[in-house]
């Protein structure tokens, strides 16, 4: 089953990886986030090596992007972000498990001080998970 985890963060400034911008992360002793960084190249390590991992992507400041809406009977193109959120979309990663258990582990694994992590399967676009 495919499983995209997506990562929204608002670091200040705006960079990758995300923990090393967050102030709760920051805010951990230097030895949890040499741990916590430790973990996750281990688990990305893991996922990798055993065909769990699809692909995953870090993604530009949300200053840079461009928003698309309908207005007037045509698309509209306005400077992003939501202005009204403090969260953004920071990357993402595709992932292609045994089933719902093991996607919620790794998100688990993924989630950390100052970030929100959205798991949400896949699905064609006849509406049946894939």
Known sequence: MKYVILIHSNPQPWGHPTGDFIPEQQALPAEVRERLNGEFERLLTEMSENGELVHGEALADPSTSTLYRWGGGEPVATDGPYSE?????AGFFLIDVSGPERAQEIA???SGPGETIELRPAMWPGGEEH
């Open 85 to 89: 959120t403090k969260e953004h979309l």
């Open 108 to 110: 688990n694994a993924f």
